[in-house]
């Protein structure tokens, strides 16, 4: 099954303009081709190609790191060599996993002792590590059944509507049924009191999201914790708690710190947390943190023997780079507690910079709250003439990436705009943004209604379709132009 498909309207060629400096020959698109090219040349015609992605710093949509010192820029080009997976040859990167393994662990209380190492792995992403933490509360769950004599063929997992598609990946790809709560008008994360209702024999974990991707929000992983011991202590179960704390693991400890969700709560078997968000790697680097060695069942463990010790492994890829686990060590002491809680309140900061901006204009609805992740998702207050999508279409003429999306069942009829914050946004950027913004909405309002219906999406979808119509007619004409020339005066 091929997944990729090509650019629609294109040729099979892939032309360059300096490029023919040192090559006047196009390249096939889709097929290697048959002779070398000298470097320059290569090189050229991939960064011709790549001007045209978004530029990352106003990538808007991203909760992704954009931005490291030097300083790590160059440890990172060091080591983009090494295989991680080659603990023989490379015991230091293991070593300073391992330190991260344990300094996030502190971080989230894990209940160690003054001698105890933390239980936990490096991962490429929150995806990953989700992908394990399931698992091992699948097999938990399953080997709990069969000492019970009980089937153990139909495991769920509760969540909210508002979870990462990484969690329906885990469900269908390892056959557990995923059980969502579904989102209410003005409430867009996970109700505690209805994911414990949903809690039955088979339920391997509750899931909870510290920030929601949606609208930066934390779920109550407290009351769900309060809530689910009643229901345990009821039945005589022991459904435990997995907090997918991507976009919040590094940030509630310095903004929240009295905040419980957490291990000190004893409900909370496990935590995944991105580095390469608001841990401030860039991208290719998860954590997933348990909180004791029996949440991890052994038998899910591979035991690599390295100078003689024994190096206990649990991942789902084999080969990976180095590079972003050094660069998650030098963030950590680079940075320390102090630094980490400097940068995340200055993007909180900057956060309420743009939306006291927003609500100047008097044009939105602020969906976000204050306390959570640092971002503004906010919808418009009246869309009868124009609706969310044109707004991040347009937005895109000023070079900003602003995503526009609807909320998941059963808030679906509610479209937002979202903005997430980092570190390399700054204030300047923030007014910037929001000025953009009201020169949008002036345009938009001196344009004739382009949402006929309340079914703004469809009619947001239709008028991008048409656009992009008319942009591949000119590409086309602009094309049979270039090649018609070329075929007269033979210039490349």
Known sequence: MVLSHGVSGSDDSVHSTFASRYVRTSLPRFRMPEQSIPKEAAYQIINDELMLDGNPRLNLASFVTTWMEPECDKLIQASVNKNYVDMDEYPVTTELQNRCVNMIAHLFNAPLGDSETAVGVGTVGSSEAIMLAGLAFK????????????????????????????????????????????????????????????????TICVAAILGSTLN?????????????????????????IHVDAASGGFIAPFLYPELEWDFRLPLVKSINVSGHKYGLVYAGIGWCIWRSKEDLPEELIFHINYLGADQP????????????????????????????????????????????????????NIVSKDNGVPLVAFSLKDSSRHNEFEISDFLRRFGWIVPAYTMPPDAQHVTVLRVVIREDFSRTLAERLVLDIEKVMHELDALPARVANGDSATAAAAASEREMAKQREVISLWKRAVLAKKKTNGVC
């Open 216 to 240: 930066g929000e934390f779920e109550d992983v407290k009351l769900l914790n309060d809530l689910l011991a009643e229901k345990n202590a009821k039945t005589g179960w022991d459904t435990a």
């Open 139 to 202: 097999r938990r769950w399953q080997n709990k059944m069969k000492a019970a004599g009980k089937p153990c063929d139909k495991p769920n997992i509760v969540t909210g509507a508002n979870v990462q598609v990484c969690w329906e990946k885990f469900a269908r790809y390892f056959e557990v049924e995923l059980k969502e709560v579904k989102l209410s008008d003005g409430y867009y994360v996970m109700d505690p009191a209805k994911a414990v209702d949903l809690v039955d024999e088979n």
């Open 313 to 364: 492994t649990f991942t789902l890829n084999f080969s990976k780079g180095s590079s972003q686990v050094i660069a998650q060590y030098y963030q950590l002491i680079r940075l320390g507690f102090e630094g980490y809680k400097n940068i995340m309140e200055n993007c909180q900061e900057n956060a309420m910079v743009l939306k006291r901006g927003l609500e100047k204009t008097g044009r939105f």
